[in-house]
């Protein structure tokens, strides 16, 4: 792999192929025929536009540009975050892959990107490491006013490499590993990632959202994820010293993150500790620590999708979101989830956040979005997915008031059949408001429904291709 790449001449066309091919998901779940048949014929065409994406034209290889919009919103950087998310479903199509032009096509993007990663890494920036939230398309770092540092994007990175690496190393492509992402020199794209992750998370920084300076719950989950990830490849290339350390550092996150939890309000909140940003996320109550868990799980035991907080959570969010958006009271199936309630960014004039809260921002500017709607589709899935794998089980006096409401465990297949039910009702309210050839965008206008917000979103499409895979 990792061969020298040529995007335009054989890229275009291999799109074109990929674009062709057909991709049949597990039977066992066929009650929605018509979601079914839109999942599949819409699939090729959502990866195309997210591969559309990756390296466009002006951009040096490697560049995932977070949409192609320039202006109203400019989403034409390369953001840390929306490029590992985006990478990560591209590491795993290279893994698909059987071997051949498709595998080889997967494998120079990632090649190119590792490139870029090297680079990022070994330019100063504003911020002075890792954490610094976006680049220009040319590989400079991006200067201008910003929330920085955003100690998610390094974590995130190291998640999406590391699973290259457990994929190469399956593939007996050791030297490779240890030649591209990680040696024990620190001069490698992993080991980088993993020991700003592991000297720095107990810093503050900027949210995912990049308004509220804090600690998250979004960004420890994930930190956590990438060292407990990081410190089993460490080990498996003799690197002791650190696999022990960053195992420690993930254990000691871990604790952190029962700081999280309102036991009077039983919610998982999204910061703590704020210490700048956005002061009027008064709720707390944020669709983060959904993707949180999406992002940052394990399937290890350690805040399973069924734990009662992570599902109160859940609870309330849907109930808020549901109550507050207009378009969610139209009659039409599912619906459709923000970021929080309290949001003011109305995904066209980046001066609606919280550097001109005073001045611009109306406090029912925020609308729905994709990424979160898909990606609580996901949630319903994977929630699914973890209790056929560990049986009834798993549901206790703690958390069966949530599954009552599907029915309750007497029928444990019916109830996980619901709970896919659900994921699919999300999935058709996301399916109801983009345009019928496919595009997204990044947002859902709260009243009337129609898209919002920079157009032809990365990540949207990224939320697509990882919520109809654990379906
Ligand atoms: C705004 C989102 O809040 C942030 O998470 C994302 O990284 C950027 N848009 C770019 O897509
Ligand atoms: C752009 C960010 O990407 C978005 O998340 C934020 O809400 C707006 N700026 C306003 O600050």
Redesign the pocket.
């Given at each position: 792999m990792f061969s020298k790449r040529t995007f335009g001449m054989f890229g275009a066309g291999l799109v074109a192929v990929l674009v062709a091919t057909t991709f049949s998901f597990s039977q066992s779940y066929t009650k929605d025929q018509d979601l079914n048949t839109w999942v599949r014929n819409a699939e090729p065409g959502m990866l195309h536009n997210l591969l559309n994406n990756i390296s466009p034209a002006g951009t040096l290889p490697g560049t995932v540009i977070a949409s192609p919009s320039k202006q109203s919103?400019n989403y034409f950087f390369h953001w840390i975050r929306d490029a590992a998310l985006v990478m990560d479903v591209v590491v795993d199509r290279y893994a698909q892959a059987g071997q051949g032009k498709e595998k080889n096509f997967y494998a120079d993007l990632l090649k190119d990107f590792i490139a870029l990663t090297r680079r990022h890494q070994q330019t100063p920036t504003p911020s002075n490491g890792p954490g610094e939230p976006k680049f220009n398309v040319d590989g400079t770092p991006y200067t201008g006013d910003w929330?920085r540092p955003q100690n998610d994007g390094p974590a995130l990175r190291a998640i999406a490499l590391i699973n290259l690496a457990k994929t190469l190393l399956q593939e007996n492509r050791e030297d490779r590993v240890r030649e591209t992402l990680y040696d024990d020199t620190f001069n490698s794209p992993i080991k980088l990632d993993l020991e700003f992750v592991s000297h720095h998370w107990r810093e503050t920084c900027f949210d995912l959202?990049?308004?509220t300076r804090g600690h998250h719950f979004y960004t420890q989950l994930v930190q956590r994820r990438a060292l407990v990830e990081g410190a089993k490849l460490a080990q498996r290339l003799n690197d002791h010293q650190a696999a022990n350390w960053y195992a420690q550092q993930a254990r000691e996150i871990e604790h952190e993150l029962m700081r999280y939890w309102d036991g009077n309000r039983r919610i998982l909140m999204a910061t703590i500790d704020r210490d700048g940003g956005a002061d009027y996320k008064y709720s707390n109550l944020d669709s983060a620590v959904i993707l949180g868990l999406l992002h940052g799980s394990l399937d290890d035991g350690f805040l399973p999708f069924s734990d009662e907080k992570v599902l109160g959570t859940l609870r309330a969010l849907e109930k808020t979101f549901q109550e507050i958006y207009p378009v969610n009271n139209k009659g039409h199936r599912g619906i459709t989830i923000g970021r929080y309630p309290e949001d003011r960014?109305d995904g066209v004039s980046?001066a609606?956040?919280?550097?001109n809260a005073g001045l611009h921002a109306r406090a029912d500017a925020g609308n729905p979005w994709f990424l979160t709607t898909m990606g609580f589709a996901e949630f319903y899935y994977r929630l699914a997915h973890e209790l056929k794998k560990y049986g009834p089980k798993l549901i206790h006096a703690g958390n069966a008031w949530f599954f009552n409401d599907f029915g309750g465990t007497q029928d444990f297949n019916a109830l996980i059949d619901a709970l896919r039910g659900r994921g699919d009702d999300f999935m058709a309210a996301a399916q109801f408001h983009m345009s019928p050839d496919g595009h997204i965008s990044e947002q859902i206008n709260r009243y009337t429904g129609f898209m919002q917000g920079a157009q032809d979103l990365t990540w949207s499409y990224a939320s697509f291709l990882t919520a109809t895979r654990w379906r």
């Open positions: 919103p929330g959202w990049e308004e960014y980046l609606f956040g919280f550097m």
